[in-house]
């Protein structure tokens, strides 16, 4: 008996592999051209935004380090959805990811930082626990649907 996959994980699957194609293809990148879009981010995106909120600015380091956080939070939330709820694949998954993407960066001449895999790893608890928590409340909206539909 084959069993169909349904087109939901499907399409979650293959946002998971683009999101890790996109952090991949960032510490493939030479340092100088990172920085510019890093740059372009900075001061086209956010300080403007920032500062229309009467905050900020944020540096071009600051930036940076938030980007890393940003990317496996994402990463990581996409992955306890991919792993069904798994808290400890979810957790592994980031964790070697961000190892792999810091080694990446040697092949670039960026040079890897153990400071950005702890970086990196804060976004991926922080990923998870979203994605458990975001899990955990569609999973109770679900039951509280199916009950009012009996």
């Known amino acids: 008996m084959t069993r169909r996959v349904p087109p939901r994980r499907i399409v979650?699957?293959?946002?998971?592999?683009?999101?890790?194609?996109?952090i991949f293809g960032q510490s493939l990148?030479?340092?100088?051209?990172s920085a510019e879009e890093s740059g372009w981010i900075l001061n086209?995106?956010?300080?403007?935004?920032?500062?229309?909120?009467?905050?900020?600015?944020?540096?071009?380091?600051?930036?940076?380090k938030l980007a890393?956080?940003?990317e496996f939070t994402a990463l990581s939330a996409l992955l306890?959805?991919?792993?069904?709820?798994?808290?400890?694949?979810?957790?592994?998954?980031?964790f070697v990811t961000a190892f792999l993407?810091?080694?990446?960066?040697?092949?670039?001449?960026?040079g890897a930082q153990l400071q950005d895999v702890w970086i990196d790893l804060i976004g991926v608890l922080s990923g998870v626990l979203i994605g458990l928590l975001v899990r955990r409340l569609l999973t109770l909206h679900g039951k509280h649907v199916e009950e009012n539909h009996s």
Do not use: Y
């Open 12 to 22: 979650l699957w293959i946002v998971t592999v683009l999101m890790l194609a996109f």
């Open 29 to 33: 990148l030479p340092q100088d051209v």
């Open 44 to 64: 086209n995106i956010l300080n403007p935004a920032l500062n229309a909120l009467g905050l900020g600015p944020l540096s071009h380091q600051t930036t940076r």
């Open 68 to 70: 890393h956080v940003a």
């Open 80 to 94: 306890v959805f991919c792993f069904r709820g798994s808290f400890a694949k979810a957790l592994c998954g980031g």
């Open 101 to 110: 993407d810091e080694s990446l960066q040697l092949l670039t001449a960026r």
